[in-house]
């Protein structure tokens, strides 16, 4: 049986995956604040590149379910999810 949910329905689970990726994001920011005295370590430069992967992934998710959420109101002055304008 198919689960057929609403935009705004998969516009709040987008929300949630977002939430998720946000406690990552705190998660990684504590432990690079731990190694204050090794800031140049490899470890230091591998959890910068993923908090910015992170950071990344949390704007997409915010966007989509934002965009999802909001789909059937009127889109006038606001910037098109999808333009290439």
Do not use: W
Not at 35 to 41: E, Q
Not at 53 to 75: F, Q, T, V
């Amino acid at each position: 049986m198919k689960d057929n949910k609403t935009l705004r329905q998969l516009g709040e689970e987008y929300e949630a995956a977002a939430a998720e990726v946000k406690r990552r994001i705190v998660s990684r920011r504590q432990q690079l604040k731990g190694l204050r005295d090794s800031i140049c370590s490899n470890e230091a430069y591998e959890l910068k590149r993923e908090l910015q992967l992170l950071y990344a992934e949390h704007r997409e998710a915010k966007e989509i379910a934002d965009y999802l959420k909001s789909y059937y109101e009127p889109h006038e002055g606001r910037r098109e999810f999808f333009s290439y304008k």
